[in-house]
């Protein structure tokens, strides 16, 4: 059985399309006082890498309100030889405009992907002094993409609990 070239690109284009949908009705959800307010970032430890210590980092995962399917990671290993924030978005998205990103209403700063599989597009922005400073100062994590049909998407990552989580693992 031969599948058309298209097939791809139209599966992808239908999870962008499902991803921009979803990121207003996460909003919403977000933004519903009533909504019950758990953790919003997380620290997990593992000494799977290495048997004789651990190995910590702290995430936050945004997901489609009615499907639960993960449309955002941001993840930060602070420890590690090069501190970054790996930040795990959808399929579907042009890769030449990388991803945009800055705190609150800062200036902007443009990261390029560095790989996709089957689970989505990854970039890496480092953990610098500044950013890191910016963030503890800030409210939301802010980043913005554009799909491969040129739609620009825009995701908030909430930063309320991040100092507080940064701080246990450090």
Request: with cysteine; proline share 5%.
């Amino acid at each position: 059985m031969t599948h058309s070239p298209w097939r791809h690109v139209i599966k992808t284009a239908a999870f962008v399309a499902m991803a921009l949908g979803a990121t207003s009705s996460y909003a919403q959800e977000q933004s519903d006082p009533e909504a019950p307010q758990g953790p919003v970032w997380i620290a997990t430890c593992s000494n799977q890498a290495n048997p004789d210590a651990l190995t910590c980092s702290m995430s936050q995962t945004l997901n489609v309100a009615s499907s639960g399917q993960r449309l955002l990671a941001v993840t930060i290993q602070p420890d590690a030889e090069t501190p970054s924030v790996l930040l795990s978005l959808p399929h579907g998205l042009n890769f030449a405009n990388g991803v945009g990103v800055r705190t609150d209403d800062g200036e902007e700063e443009r990261f390029a992907f560095t790989t996709a599989d089957a689970t989505g597009t990854y970039a890496r922005v480092p953990l610098t002094r500044d950013f890191l400073a910016a963030m503890r100062a800030a409210n939301t994590l802010r980043l913005n993409v554009v799909g491969v049909g040129g739609r620009e998407v825009n995701f908030e990552v909430s930063l309320a609990g991040f100092s507080k989580t940064y701080d246990l693992l450090r």
